[in-house]
């Protein structure tokens, strides 16, 4: 069965994003985890990947902290549809991996 649904207002929606991107930047992953539902899909575009409830979500992000060295996040822009609950943003994602690899992206 899925989650309900919260009412959110249209605040706390706008403020969602940026504390994610902050636990995500602080490689939190249990700050990252409380913006999901524990029956949450969570699908990574960029890597064509999707992962189903928190014990792979979290699996993913233990992961990719791992082979991180550091990661930033600045969103750009902010959509956010009051009424349905929702809300999307363009953000930038600069990070180095563990390896040297640089990562410079423009995500939605």
Known sequence: MATAPATWSREALAAAPQTYFDADDAMDVDGVLAHFADDAT?????????FDRTDEIRRM??????????IRHEIRNIVVEEAAGKVSTEQGYIGEL???????????
């Open 42 to 50: 969570l699908t990574v575009q960029t890597d064509h990947v999707t």
């Open 61 to 70: 992000f233990t992961d990719f902290f791992a082979a991180s060295k550091t």
């Open 98 to 108: 563990q390896d040297g690899s640089l990562n410079d992206m423009h995500n939605c």
